[in-house]
């Protein structure tokens, strides 16, 4: 039995996310499927985290167990020749049997993208959200480092979560403007609830836009109560960028 590690870049505009579901296309299903042509098994793959439908990876992580004599760069010549465009292995390797993407990640990074201007970038329009309204970008700073450190992050959390503890480690929250409108926000954490990531950035663009101020916005945080903070943010401008173990 051995263990393999691939690292998997995909554009999820057209998936309904990571998992699973019956009969609908996913990330995991269309790679599971080829690596039973390419191994004759049924694999299972163990991914770092769900990325919902619409996000997509630059850095996603999974590991699968096989019997296969076929070495990881093999297995990724052939999936990345059976797989359609918009997935693409980057990296094939074996691990120790005891290596687990989700259970043994230290952090994951994300970045949400937003474009900041009046006119569209059409060529673009699939990875980013593209607001109008001239945001406040040091307010929307600030608001994002009140986040770092270990909190309760219920206000930010899927009013749909099953999760028990919402209690997580933020060591990074910072926003980098780019050249013509494009604002990027980039957050590292020791993991994240369900839609986390884009319920904070539809809460900092309402205080970019003045809807809110920096005092609400730490009530809303401190509130620990979802239905205080805004909408959340369209998934496509959502990218994983990197697990780190």
Do not use: C
């Not at 990074?172 to 990531?197: C, Q, S, T, W």
């Amino acid at each position: 039995m051995k263990n393999i590690k691939l690292v998997i870049e995909y554009d999820g505009t057209n998936y309904h996310g990571w998992q699973i579901q019956k009969k609908k296309k996913t990330i995991q299903g269309i790679i599971e499927l080829q690596l039973k042509r390419i191994t004759g098994e049924d694999i299972k793959l163990i991914a770092s985290g769900r990325t919902d439908a619409g996000v997509h990876a630059l850095g996603q992580v999974a590991n699968f167990k096989t019997n296969s004599d076929l070495e990881p760069s093999v297995i990724r010549k052939a999936l990345n020749s059976l797989l359609p465009e918009d997935i693409y292995i980057k990296n094939a390797e074996y691990v120790s049997l005891d290596f687990h993407a989700r259970y043994k990640a230290k952090s994951k990074v994300y970045e949400y993208r937003i474009l900041n201007r009046e006119e569209p970038d059409i060529f673009n329009r699939r990875y980013h959200w593209h607001v109008i309204p001239e945001l406040d970008i040091e307010k929307m700073r600030q608001a994002l480092s009140l986040l770092i450190g270990t909190h309760d992050f219920s206000s930010f959390m899927s009013s749909k979560s099953s999760t028990k503890n919402p209690v997580r480690t933020v060591m990074r929250a910072d926003l980098i403007e780019g050249k013509d409108g494009y604002l990027r926000i980039i957050m590292e954490a020791n993991g994240f609830l369900k839609h986390m990531v884009r319920n904070i950035v539809g809460t900092v663009v309402q205080l970019g836009y003045g809807k809110i101020n920096l005092d609400d916005f730490k009530e809303i945080f401190s509130s620990k109560d979802r239905r205080m903070a805004g909408k959340k943010a369209p998934a496509k401008g959502l990218f994983l960028v990197e697990v780190k173990y």
